[in-house]
């Protein structure tokens, strides 16, 4: 018989499934300050997928190849750079050193530091306030939760059902991300951010022949067209073969292996794509996309259906999930499918935790529109660097966006490369600059910076989007000289010429 009976040791304020940087985040607001308690449950490692298989190996494997190829278009360390490629160890060793090895224990340390333990298993909800742990000898242990339940459970990557596309076990972000090896041929099915990056840096390493399929008419489609053509323009100035509005048919790879993650899966692999076109590879890497991990959470045991989210788990402003009543019960990070992104998945965390600690002290919540208590950063505000070369950092909405959303939009853009700051930087840079402006308030909505080192741009548009600075205050914002900044200025210039012809 199994006894429900609610014990000392297996009852916490708050149980997280999954420890990834939102997990670890809303646990630690949950608590701080307070004498509450909190379990984050984790199946693999703590730090999640962001830490060892996404954002930080892949960071890590990308800044090389920017140095090299700004280098190379720098006179005076072009001559003494040459043609030599990177040294591919060392920037797989330094990767290493980003993913600790795949070890957790600084993490789990931080954790116990900031008062919240960890349970090693697969957690699933049963019943409400109650998670059951499913360790990896088998033994199960079942968890009470006084105040919250939080589901952070991320998402994995997608492998579309394609004829012979499973059975050739091809890469994921997992094995491109902890690549050992540089396959000589590769294939990337998908066009979006991680499809992009890893080509990027598959190029870097040396991939000597590298195609894309990308099933969008271009790249990066989430973003101004722009942006994605200066990446795609960029892909084939170094010789790699894209091909757009294209469909993998048929995937055909007799000989399989498990070599394991980061190895090459097997025998060479013939890849049939749309309009009759066969491409022989060595490994075919899929970045078509993310499934959010809810599959076996336990959801049917208080009564939630995901099947209509495509998967997600749906939250309101305070990431309570909807469907599920006492406010017991709530989400963060990838699987709200709000922006699957680190830093959104955190400021989540941020939020859930603190109305979390709210509602156990019982204190009112906050809810106005810049409320620590509410998500109002993925209504249009949501900033991103794509780390390609050239990066593509954006925030808001793209002009197509805020036209459908309903704006009076007024648009402006700039040749970043007209800058001194950027001309400074390398020869021969390619960049562009975009604001999207609401008429009405004459405050902006989006902006997107394409360029060579342009990442560090993107929070100045994000303070001014936020803040809801006038373009008439921006003026007395001055940028240094001779800064990449002074796009900033050109872009107000350009507007007022508009504005006066
Ligand atoms: C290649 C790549 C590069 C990326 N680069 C960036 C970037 O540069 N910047 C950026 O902002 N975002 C980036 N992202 C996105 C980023 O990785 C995610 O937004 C982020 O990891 C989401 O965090 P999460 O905690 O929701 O999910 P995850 O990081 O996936 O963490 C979820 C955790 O939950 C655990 N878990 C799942 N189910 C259970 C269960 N039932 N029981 C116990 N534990 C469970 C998992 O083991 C995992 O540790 C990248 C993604 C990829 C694929
Ligand atoms: N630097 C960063 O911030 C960063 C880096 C990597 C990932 N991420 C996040 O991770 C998430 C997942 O990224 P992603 O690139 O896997 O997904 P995505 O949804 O951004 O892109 C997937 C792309 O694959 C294409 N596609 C889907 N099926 C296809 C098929 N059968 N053939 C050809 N193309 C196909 C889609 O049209 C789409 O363009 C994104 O939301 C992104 O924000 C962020």
Known sequence: MTDNTPHAED??????????????????????????TAVIVEKELVGGECSYWACMPSKALLRPVEVLETARNLPGVQSIVGSAGLDVPAVLERRDGFTSHH?????VQWANG?????????????????????????????????RAVVLAPGTTATVPDLPGLRAARPWTSRDVTNLHEVPRRVLVVGGGVVACEAA?????????ELTVVSSTPGLLSRNEPFAG???????????????????????????????????VHGGPVTVSITGGRQVEVDEILVAAGRTPATRDLGLDSVGLDVSGSKGYVTTDDQLTVEGVGGDWLYAVGDVTGRALLTHMGKYQGRIAGAVIAARADGRPLDDGPFSRHRDVADDGRVPQVTFTSPEVGSVGPSEEQARKAGHDVEVVEHDIAAVAGASLLRDGYVGRAKLVIDRSTDTLLGATFVGTDIAELVQSATVAVVGGVTLEQLWH?????????????????????????
């Not at 149980?15 to 608590?31: D, L, N, R, S």
């Not at 070890?103 to 993490?107: A, F, L, N």
């Not at 957690?123 to 088998?138: I, K, M, N, Q, Y």
């Not at 200025?489 to 504005?499: C, G």
């Open 11 to 36: 009852t916490w304020d708050v149980v997280v499934i999954g420890g990834g940087p939102p997990g670890e985040i809303v646990a630690q607001y949950a608590v701080q300050g307070s004498d509450r």
């Open 103 to 107: 070890d957790d224990k600084y993490q």
């Open 114 to 146: 900031a008062g919240i333990d960890v349970v090693r298993g697969h957690g699933r909800l049963a019943g409400e306030r109650t998670v059951e742990v499913t360790a990896s000898d088998g033994t199960v242990r079942t968890l009470h939760a006084r």
């Open 200 to 208: 990027t840096w598959l190029q870097g390493l040396g991939v000597q």
């Open 229 to 263: 053509e200066l990446v795609l323009q960029a892909f084939r100035d170094h010789g790699t073969t894209v091909l757009t509005d294209a469909r993998v048919e048929k995937v055909d790879r007799p000989q399989v292996n498990d070599a394991g993650e980061g190895h």
């Open 477 to 501: 914002a001055v940028p240094s000289y001779p800064t990449v900044s002074e796009i900033w200025l050109k872009l107000l210039e350009d507007l007022a010429e508009q504005r006066r012809s």
